[in-house]
């Protein structure tokens, strides 16, 4: 149950960085902003990232 928490924290928090990332990223490049687009690759790059993330870093009190 917490793991579903947690991942879904990170597709909540990377859809919302992917919205302003994009905005501001559109803003400075002249592009067009597409808000759709810009949040869910964050969000999936996010994901990614966290899980891969947790495949190097280990938790201390597990080790014993």
């Known amino acids: 149950m917490l793991t579903m928490v947690k991942q879904l924290t990170i597709l909540f928090w990377g859809f919302i960085y992917g919205e302003v990332i994009g905005y501001i990223g559109a803003a400075l490049t002249g592009v067009t902003f597409s ?9 999936v790059i996010g994901l990614i990232a966290i899980n891969l993330l947790t495949l190097f870093i280990k938790d201390p009190t597990t080790d014993k």
């Open 35 to 43: 808000p759709l687009a810009d949040g869910l690759t964050a969000m």
